[in-house]
Every structure is written in C-alpha cells, then in structure tokens.
C-alpha cells in the first residue's frame, strides 16, 4: 500500500525484533515459492512488508558473517575472518552496542558467536546488551553460563540426556521454544525506551534434529530433492583442497556427521538425469530425509515466530516494531553434491531470507530483487533511529527502498562474499566470491580453479565457464573488479586527522 509524503518523511524511532536463524537458506519461504515448506508466519511478514530476493552474506561462516552484519563492515576490515578465535575486537563498536548509547534497551536471545565457545562461554565484548539470555548450541557443552541448559533442568530436565534419543528434544523444551519465550519476556518488560531484541535462533543447523512430532510433518519421499548432476562430483574433486565441512557425494550417500535421524534400510537410487535427482530417500544421510528434517526445523522456528507476533499484537506493540527476519548464511543441503558449508559460495550458501515489516511505514507485499548485503542491515537500524551513521560503515541503508522512496530493483552493482581461512581447523584456503546481477565469479586464491557463472542463463551454477575459451575474456574483466572491489574493502586503519 503506497504511504503518503509525511508518513515517508517522518524520522523513526521504532522497536527492533531482530531474528536471525542460523544456517537458513534463501528458498525456504512459502511465500517466496517454496511449496514443501510451512511458514505461514513468515509468509505473513513478506506480505506485510518488504522481502529482499537477492540478500548475500559476506562470509558463509558464522562468526566472520555475525561480526559483519553487526558491524556493517567486511569481515576483513573488522579482522575477525573465521570461527574460533580467542575475542572480539571492541572497536568498530556493534551496532547494538549504539543504539543502547541512545537510549534502545537491547535484548540477546540466543546465540552470539563473535568469539571462540570451544571449552567455555564466549567472553563478551561491549555488546550494548541489558538482557542477556545465551545459548550457543543446543548441547550441554556448558556447565555454567548456558542460559538454555538452565532452563530445561528447571523444567525437570537434563539437555544433554534429551538429545541422545532419536526422538530428539521435545517441542516444549527445544532451543527454538526457549528463544521464543525469553524473546516474549523481553517484549513484556515495562519500560518507557523503544527496544531491540536480538533473537538468535540455533535452527535449522546441523545435526538435522528436529522434535519428532515436527519430522513427522514431511516425508521425504515428498521433498523434491537437492540441485545435482553427475557432473557435480568431477567439480568437488578438482576443489578437494579447498576447505568444507564434507566432501562431494551423490544425494543418497551424504556424509553429514553423527545424524541423530533414525538409519532406516533401503535408500536406493533411481538413475536421474535431471536437475534434482530422482532417488528415493528412506536414509539417515540422504539428502531427501535430510531436506525434511531441515524443513520440520523451520516450521518450529515459524511456530515460535507466531507466538512471539501475538505477543507484540496482545501488547499493542505491533504498529510500533519493525521486524527483520534473515540468517546469518545458507546451507548446501544436498545441492551439488555437499552438505553443512565451507569455502564454496553456491546460491544455497551464501543468499538468505531478508524480511523487514513495518506496517504503516514500510511498504507491504514488496519483493525487491536488489543485490544486498547482510552488511547493509547495521546501517539500516542506525537509520531507523535516526542517528549518524559512521564512514566507516560499508554498509549502505536499506531505509529508502523500505519506505518506496527509490526504485527497487538496485541497491548495489554487486555483492562480496569472503573466505579467510574461516573454519574451526584452518588450512590456509582463501576466497573471494563477486556477484554482479548476471554473473558469479569465485577465485581459489592460490589454486588455479576457479568458477564462472552466468547466472542468467545457468541460475543453478552447473555450467562453470571458468576453462571455457569463449569466456576468458569475460573472466579477465570479473577478475579485475573483484581485486578492485577486495581493495577498496579493506581497512585502511586508524582515522586521519591531518596531512602528517
């Protein structure tokens, strides 16, 4: 619905919900034309407000991508390029930890993840936080300081002997619900401020553990399978020496660590030379089970996004909070023959929902198909409070294409997407990915493999051109804006104040 002149122009100081999923990827919204999921909640903020088709993050890890959006900086020019590291740096500042200097009262829920939380709980950094609920993982990996695992021994419970059974943890005591009740806590607080809550929920991520009341929701043998050809296994073999959390397997042979899913006998496979394979899946491992179990942790997620809704509605809250709903990276889920993440940079890993609603003030039922960055979500917030935001940011606002003050259809010309040596064992693989509107260019640095997409032609990134003579010359021009673009990202140090 279009908004008058002084509705767009009117400076805004509105609540913040704040959910970030963990490892969702883009296509999982029912509103956005997934028709195996269930997200009717979801669906009902991309019908109230803006959904952004084309949002990438900046790095497809957890920590490099998490440190980014706060900051609205490159991982690399925030120095924090993968997980496990021992701190965070205190400067750039979070964009959290701004707004509470402005008077927001700022709510984490959930995971953080800026910092190493192997053998203890993160240490935190001046985050801005007042309430501070905190789970990393769902595990009881944690003897003090683990707020979730506190929570469900105060139920009667203990954590780490729900998730030995198949079933897996119950509805009532899973992570997603907690998230939802501390977030609906939070929202109830009185307090004369406006608001953030950080809700940081640990699902849809690996190990695939939904309740068993949600898994039995979708069958596999209804999923429609995961982006692969043959000609897959050849690609992950020539990038064997390129960091990722699994190596390249046809759908029915995954390698996922440890699923707590249920072996059952029997997974055979129906030769297929189609785009998604046409294997039955009845397999722990295999991709189909796996896309439903990945199916059933969204539509918990979405469950719990519907009660923390009617809270806002119950308390008259609705018309005064913005929504944002996004994750911090994707997951291959069987997509061209990989499973978890690592350094590759298919559409399924690095592109993610990003939802913003704000009824009255953003526009409603609007898909941009924009090319953003997760970085651009800092700036945006800053924005919405009215406050300045710093040069240093490289985040660009989003707040003009939200309340229909631009066109749509452009927000940048392309989209980066680092890998630093990123992951929890690092082996010195670095990569740069530059996404244009049409095409995708993803350089091994220091291998000579590399990938080349047309995305216009070849949207399922099958067809690499990388060898192809007829594209050299393209590939030479993508190169030189992507070294460009890598140098003018990074971070030129301390502020200058004089000519010496």
């Not at 640990?202 to 209804?222: E, G, L, Q, W």
């Not at 029915?252 to 394979?277: F, H, M």
């Not at 990938?451 to 051109?465: G, I, K, M, R, T």
């Amino acid at each position: 619905m279009p908004m008058d002149d002084e509705q767009k122009n009117e400076t805004l100081r509105p609540n913040i919900l704040w959910i970030c999923t963990d490892q969702q990827r883009y296509d999982t919204v029912g509103a956005l034309g997934n028709q195996y999921v269930s997200t009717p909640n979801i669906n009902r903020l991309v019908e109230e407000g803006v959904a952004f088709t084309h949002a990438y993050c900046q790095s497809p890890i957890c920590t490099p991508s998490r440190g980014s959006f706060l900051t609205g900086m490159y991982p690399s020019a925030v120095h924090v390029n993968g997980n496990g590291n021992e701190y965070f740096p205190d400067n750039p500042p979070l964009v959290t930890r701004l707004l509470a200097a402005a008077g927001y009262d700022c709510g984490l829920i959930g995971k953080l993840h800026l910092a190493s939380a192997y053998g203890r709980i993160e240490p935190r950094v001046n985050d801005g936080y007042r309430y501070w609920q905190y789970s990393h993982a769902p595990r009881d990996d944690w003897e003090q300081g683990h707020d979730y695992a506190d929570w469900v021994r105060s139920k009667g419970h203990i954590l780490g002997e729900l998730t030995k059974s198949v079933e897996g943890v119950p509805a009532e005591l899973h992570q997603t619900t907690w998230c939802a009740e501390k977030t609906i806590e939070f929202i109830r607080q009185e307090r004369n401020v406006p608001w953030l809550a950080s809700v940081n929920i640990y699902d849809p991520h690996p190990p695939f553990n939904p309740p068993k009341t949600y898994r039995d929701m979708f069958d596999p043998a209804d999923m429609p399978g995961p982006l692969f050809r043959e000609s897959d296994l050849e690609q992950q073999r020539k990038l064997e020496a390129v960091d990722f959390q699994s190596k390249g397997r046809s759908p029915e042979e995954l390698d996922i660590r440890a699923p707590i899913l249920p072996q059952s006998p029997g997974a055979t496979e129906v030769a297929s030379g189609s785009i998604r394979s046409g294997f039955r899946a009845t397999g722990g491992r295999d991709a189909k089970t796996l896309q439903a179990a990945y199916y059933a942790m969204i539509k918990l997620i979405d469950d719990a996004l519907g009660r923390i809704l009617e809270t806002l509605e119950e308390t008259g809250q609705r018309e005064q909070t913005v929504i944002i709903f996004t994750s911090d990276h994707g997951e291959t889920l069987g997509d061209h023959g990989l499973i978890q993440k690592g350094c590759r940079f298919y559409e399924g890993l690095v592109r993610v929902p990003l939802i913003f609603s704000l009824p009255g003030h953003f526009e409603q039922g609007l898909r941009s198909d924009a090319l953003v960055g997760l970085l651009d979500k800092a700036p945006t917030l800053l924005d919405l409070a009215g406050l300045e935001i710093p040069d240093r940011m490289q985040g660009m606002s989003l707040l003009p294409i939200l309340k229909g003050e631009v066109s749509p259809t452009h927000h940048r010309d392309f989209v980066r997407c680092e890998f630093y040596d990123a992951l929890d064992q690092p082996d010195g693989t670095f990569a740069t990915m530059y996404r244009d509107r049409r095409y995708k260019l993803i350089m091994y640095h220091g291998h000579t493999h590399g990938e080349l997409y047309d995305l216009a032609a070849d949207p399922e990134e099958f067809e690499n051109l990388w060898d192809a003579s007829s594209a050299q010359s393209l590939k030479l021009e993508l190169m030189k804006r992507s070294y460009d673009a890598s140098m003018l990202a990074m971070d030129r140090g301390p502020q200058r104040i004089g000519p010496m």
